[in-house]
């Protein structure tokens, strides 16, 4: 069992971790006058059971389901949820459980810190991406004509439980998304995680990973809680150009895929720039090669998706990456131009 006190909560991870919450529980359920579990269709399935098995203490339970997928990061259903949850009686002494994925944790997120101006929440990630990434570090969104995350807040949890056993029932391509937070994770962080990714040989074995994985999210977001003073803005590696893909190419990719894809380009760019050696590059894109094929990008024009992404902070016409400067060493953050990002663009589309 690992447990860590962060800014934004406890965090509890390990087998054992439901018994810890039950434990919980068993103490404070009777300060809520109602516990909401919020989850997806697919979570409801695959996990509403192996969770309440653990549970002795949680009592009665309300669940909310939302449709698996994306398009739930909507307004449109955060306004309906707010709408469930009067409806199932809660009120500003409720607890609210998001049990799922990145999805479902982001969009419990801002409905409990949102909801009568915020009720205590737990969160229970159910996919590898949730469980190093999602569900750590305070944030929260949903997406607004296409934009990610546009509207969404920091907020504390009463705690983070992480079942590693949860992701067996995960689709093989969904975990390899969470595989990609991880191997970024390692890019950044001086341990040894950066090459137990390079050694991973099956995905059956990538909840050995998670631990060290959650510790290096953990060690940033500590460090710069509000994204404020840099270090945090690190963890964007390979998004700027994973979220254009994302916003160009829609629904048809994976976001494992795009973050691949992001993690390779931006550090072409970070190559060219002399602040990334070539044996620490090739490393990357052989890995990057072993798990993912590579996206068609030739006739996307990233820099479409950028500047769609960028509108979100700026009007200037300078792009801004956290460009990665070898393992353990992090990333600094960069100006880079448009010419820059295309040369990038076109290695990855013709190696
Ligand atoms: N807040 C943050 O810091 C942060 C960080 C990274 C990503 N995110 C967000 O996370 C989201 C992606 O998260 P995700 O990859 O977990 O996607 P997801 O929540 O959509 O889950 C992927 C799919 O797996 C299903 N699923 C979940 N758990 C399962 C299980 N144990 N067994 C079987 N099926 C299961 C879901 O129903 C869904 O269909 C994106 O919206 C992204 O923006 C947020």
Redesign the pocket.
């Known amino acids: 069992m690992s447990n860590w006190n962060t800014f934004f909560g406890p965090i509890t991870a390990g087998e054992s971790s439901l018994k810890f919450l039950d434990i919980w529980f068993s103490k404070n359920r009777i300060n809520y006058s109602k516990v909401i579990i919020l989850t997806?269709?697919?979570?409801y399935q695959?996990?509403m059971s192996i969770f309440f098995g653990e549970l002795n203490n949680i009592g009665e339970t309300a669940v909310i389901e939302v449709e698996?997928?994306?398009e739930s990061?909507s307004l449109q259903i955060l306004s309906e949820l707010q709408l469930a949850m009067l409806d199932n009686g809660a009120d500003r002494n409720s607890l609210l459980i998001s049990l799922?994925?990145?999805?479902?944790?982001?969009i419990g997120g801002l409905l409990s810190s949102t909801f009568m101006r915020g009720i205590d929440h737990l969160i229970i990630p159910?996919?590898l991406?949730?469980m190093v990434?999602?569900a750590i570090?305070g944030?929260?969104?949903i997406n607004i004509k296409g934009f990610?995350?546009l509207l969404g807040t920091f907020s504390s949890s009463k705690g983070v439980y992480i079942y590693p056993e949860?992701?067996n029932?995960?689709?093989d391509g969904?975990i390899i998304?969470?595989f990609a937070?991880m191997i970024k994770h390692g890019m950044l962080s001086g341990s040894s995680l950066w090459n137990e990714c390079l050694e991973l040989r099956s995905m059956s074995d990538v909840k050995k990973l998670i631990t060290k994985a959650i510790g290096v999210k953990i060690d940033i977001v500590q460090k710069d809680h509000f994204e404020k003073n840099g270090e945090r803005v690190f963890l964007n590696l390979g998004h700027t150009v994973a979220h254009a893909i994302e916003y160009i190419q829609g629904h048809n990719v994976s976001?494992g895929n795009a973050v691949a894809a992001g993690l390779f380009i931006e550090s072409e760019i970070a190559f060219d720039k002399g602040l990334l050696d070539k044996r620490d590059l090739k490393k990357l894109q052989v890995l990057i090669d072993k798990w993912w094929s590579r996206l068609k990008l030739a006739n996307d024009d990233l820099l479409e998706g950028m500047f769609g992404d960028k509108k979100k902070s700026s009007n200037s016409k300078d792009y801004h990456f956290s460009l990665w400067l070898g393992p353990g060493k992090g990333a600094r953050l960069e100006k880079v131009s448009e010419k820059e990002i295309k040369k990038a663009q076109e290695r990855y589309d013709k190696d």
């Open positions: 997806d269709s697919n979570v695959s996990c698996a997928g994306e990061k799922g994925g990145g999805v479902v944790s982001d159910t996919t991406l949730a990434d999602a570090g944030k929260n969104g990610k995350n949860f992701i029932t995960q689709a969904d998304s969470g937070e976001h």
